[in-house]
């Protein structure tokens, strides 16, 4: 491990932003993996989503399995590193781009959602909130016997699945609107408050810890290129490439799972000693 990136996380005042490649040791692929080159897929979006009931059948089918997968995620090491590094007073927030919860199952707290959660289902009709379990019982009920044994987990937490004739979506149970899980689709704008939020942690960070993302989407990198702007160190930890490198003061390339617990050993080992 880069004695570099020690050296910086241990001074503190950290804002760690997180990415896929945090979850993969917990069986959640990530979309591009260590050589860069992005996974085929064909990610649900917004307009899709809003504008046809087959779009909506199409991915609740999808998802309604994925969920099987996602609620059975433990977090893996790196997320526990991450929350030991909370802490020890180290980090001064949180920012992912994942959407599976890990981070707050390891222990970590005031995690900023950049994505939303899965976790979460909205009405887009009355606005009202409920929890993905709730969802999913009723999902199993309204489609007892629909099953597959052979699937494939997707990034968002879907699953490849062409055939989904048969199968029933839900309405909101208070006004029969359209229901929606509480993450920013593709073609989808991230809430305005998540964005201040997450730059004003980058803002007044001393240092700024990207974690498995290769910062592809202009979501995550906007935060680099800001810490970059105000001369903010960036530490990169990621395997493969990312459009990020070209700003960081510290890159290591290893997996997450191995340097994350060694780093939080050492800075507790540094700070205690």
Same mark, same amino acid.
């Given at each position: 491990?880069?004695?570099?990136?020690r050296d910086l996380v241990?001074? /503190?005042?950290?804002?760690?932003?997180?990415?896929?490649?945090?979850?993969?040791?917990? /069986?959640? &692929?990530? *979309?591009?993996? &260590?050589? /860069?080159?992005?996974?085929? !897929?064909?990610?649900?979006?917004?307009? !899709?989503?809003?504008?046809?009931?087959?779009?909506?059948?199409? *991915?609740?089918?999808?998802?309604?399995?994925?969920?099987?997968?996602?609620?059975?995620?433990?977090?893996?090491?790196?997320?526990?590193?991450?929350?030991?590094?909370?802490?020890?007073?180290?980090?001064?927030?949180?920012? =992912?781009?994942?959407?599976?919860?890990?981070?707050?199952?390891?222990?970590?707290?005031?995690?900023?959602?950049?994505?939303?959660?899965?976790?979460?289902?909205?009405?887009?009709?009355? /606005?009202?909130?409920?929890g993905r379990t709730e969802?999913?019982?009723?999902?199993?009920?309204?489609?007892?016997?629909?099953?597959? =044994?052979?699937?494939?987990?997707?990034?968002?937490?879907?699953? %490849?699945?062409?055939d989904v004739s048969g199968? !029933? $979506?839900?309405?909101?149970?208070?006004?029969?609107?359209?229901?929606?899980?509480?993450? $920013?689709?593709?073609?989808? =704008?991230?809430?305005?408050?998540? $964005?201040?939020?997450?730059?004003?942690?980058? %803002?007044?960070?001393?240092?700024?810890?990207?974690?498995?993302?290769?910062?592809?989407?202009?979501?995550? *990198?906007?935060?680099?290129?800001?810490?970059?702007?105000?001369?903010?160190?960036?530490?990169?930890?990621?395997?493969?490439? =990312?459009?990020?490198?070209?700003?960081?003061?510290?890159?290591?390339?290893?997996?997450?799972?191995?340097?994350? &617990?060694?780093?939080?050993?050492?800075?507790?080992?540094?700070?205690?000693?």
């Amino acid at each position: 491990m880069s004695l570099a990136l020690r050296d910086l996380v241990e001074r /503190g005042r950290v804002v760690v932003l997180s990415g896929a490649g945090l979850s993969t040791e917990s /069986g959640i &692929p990530d *979309y591009r993996g &260590p050589t /860069g080159a992005a996974r085929p !897929a064909t990610p649900m979006t917004f307009q !899709a989503f809003t504008g046809s009931e087959q779009s909506r059948q199409r *991915y609740w089918a999808r998802s309604h399995l994925g969920w099987r997968v996602i609620a059975r995620a433990a977090p893996n090491a790196g997320h526990h590193a991450v929350a030991d590094l909370q802490d020890a007073g180290l980090l001064d927030g949180i920012i =992912t781009q994942n959407v599976d919860g890990l981070h707050q199952a390891a222990g970590a707290e005031d995690v900023l959602e950049l994505h939303g959660t899965l976790d979460r289902v909205v009405c887009l009709r009355c /606005g009202a909130y409920s929890g993905r379990t709730e969802l999913d019982v009723r999902l199993r009920a309204a489609n007892d016997g629909f099953d597959r =044994t052979s699937v494939t987990l997707k990034p968002d937490g879907d699953v %490849d699945l062409d055939d989904v004739s048969g199968f !029933a $979506v839900v309405d909101c149970l208070i006004c029969g609107g359209v229901l929606k899980p509480d993450v $920013v689709f593709f073609g989808e =704008t991230v809430p305005r408050d998540r $964005v201040d939020r997450s730059f004003a942690l980058v %803002d007044n960070a001393r240092a700024l810890l990207v974690l498995g993302s290769s910062l592809t989407v202009m979501s995550g *990198y906007r935060f680099v290129l800001r810490a970059a702007k105000l001369a903010i160190p960036v530490a990169i930890v990621n395997q493969g490439p =990312t459009r990020g490198d070209a700003q960081a003061t510290v890159r290591v390339e290893e997996p997450l799972g191995t340097v994350l &617990p060694r780093l939080a050993a050492m800075t507790q080992g540094r700070l205690t000693g």
